[in-house]
């Protein structure tokens, strides 16, 4: 089984452009990301996949593989599609390129999934971290996700899912983190099929494979570092890395 790493990194991020290219402890945030990747070794490869020759050439520079998009994509699975289309493997794992405490751990489990998926019945698989904050239960920029009984995901959500209108049950929350490992035919459909309502409603990518009835098992991590979308985010970062 020829497993690789994609990191998709688009440089004009809406909430906080240029972010991969700040300062983290000295090196870059996608340098600091591509490197984590890759020292875990548990790869055939590491690429970044980026539509940024700035990206790009951080990243060569640097002596690691980088890709450039030949197309626009609306996002990161779109990107790594295009990326992997003509390559020889049988896992891809999307690794978020503002992820720069990207850990062995929790990619090992997404890897043991497929590993252990001897019929091939598995589609996708995905992290999860339970919350329980309410200001992050209910901020729209957290994807919380629901599963059934063996943690195959539900649906995904920017709203509280699901909803507390009994509070007595014991219902967990589970934020969504944005890792993913892919089947090489799951995504190249991803990649054909057209965006349906529900993902076009939440601004969620992977609400499209459940919307195509592909199965997305989630895996629970207690791992969650720390995701820079913000400025603020990014402060959080620079405190964690000392």
């Known amino acids: 089984m020829k497993i690789i790493s994609m990191i998709p990194a688009r440089y004009s991020a809406s909430r906080f452009p240029g972010k991969l290219m700040q300062d983290l402890g000295g090196k870059t945030v996608i340098l600091r990301t591509y490197e984590a990747t890759v020292a875990t070794n548990l790869f055939d490869d590491v690429f970044v996949v980026t539509d940024n020759k700035i990206i ?15 197309k626009e994509h609306d996002c990161g699975s779109d990107r790594i599609a295009e990326a992997v289309e003509f390559m020889d493997i049988d896992i891809v794992i999307n690794v978020q390129g503002d ?26 698989a995905s992290l999860m971290v339970h919350i329980t904050d309410l200001d992050e239960i209910n901020n729209p920029n957290t ?10 995901a539900l649906y995904y959500s920017r709203s509280p899912i699901p909803y507390p209108r009994e ?11 944005g890792v993913y490992a892919f089947r090489k035919d799951a995504i190249l459909d991803f990649y054909k099929l057209p965006m349906l309502p529900l993902e076009a409603s939440e601004k969620i990518e992977c609400i499209r494979y459940l919307e195509y009835g592909k199965r997305i098992k989630m895996i629970e991590t207690d791992i969650e570092g720390v995701e ?7 402060e959080r970062a620079k405190k964690l890395w000392k």
């Open 56 to 70: 790009y050439d951080e990243i060569i520079n640097n002596g690691g593989k980088a890709m450039m998009s030949k």
């Open 99 to 124: 992820e720069p405490f990207t850990d062995r751990k929790s990619l090992a489990k997404l890897i043991e999934v497929f590993k252990e998926d001897h019929d091939k019945s598995i589609d996708l």
């Open 143 to 152: 994807v919380k996700v629901i599963v059934d009984q063996s943690n195959f």
């Open 167 to 177: 509070k007595n049950v014991g219902v967990k929350y589970y934020k969504h983190k």
């Open 228 to 234: 820079i979308d913000t400025p603020e985010d990014l």
